[in-house]
């Protein structure tokens, strides 16, 4: 059973940093392509950020673009999300997922408060 687990999750003060990890199991994770989406309080998901697993290529939402980096660790079959400049509205609940035909797997968050 494919599983993902995310953490470094907490909270930051506004221009601040942190780095999520999310370590998957259950897969060949050099095979996939990741993501990170968020969910805010009381709000759905939005899809912030692809690596994909062939040649590494990355996106982002224009939201996060120039200050979040997302990477992976294939021998370690980890994926990451680097967080810069950090801002109130980036307080949220961030999953790793999975790509398949859609983001078929996902693991059960890790919390971001940025907050004075």
């Known amino acids: 059973e494919v599983q993902l687990v995310e953490s470094g999750g907490g909270m930051v003060q506004p221009g601040g940093s942190l780095r999520l990890s999310c370590i998957a199991s259950g897969l060949t994770f050099s095979n996939y392509a990741m993501s990170w989406v968020r969910q805010a309080p009381g709000k759905g998901p939005q899809w912030i950020s692809t690596i994909k697993s062939s040649d590494g290529s990355t996106y982002y939402a224009d939201s996060v673009k120039g200050r979040f980096t997302i990477s992976r660790d294939n021998a370690k079959n980890t994926l990451y999300l680097q967080m810069n400049s950090l801002k109130p509205e980036d307080t949220a609940l961030y999953y790793c997922?999975?790509?398949?035909?859609?983001?078929?797997?996902w693991g059960q968050g890790t919390l971001v408060t940025v907050s004075s």
């Open positions: 997922a999975k790509w398949g035909d859609t983001l078929d797997a």
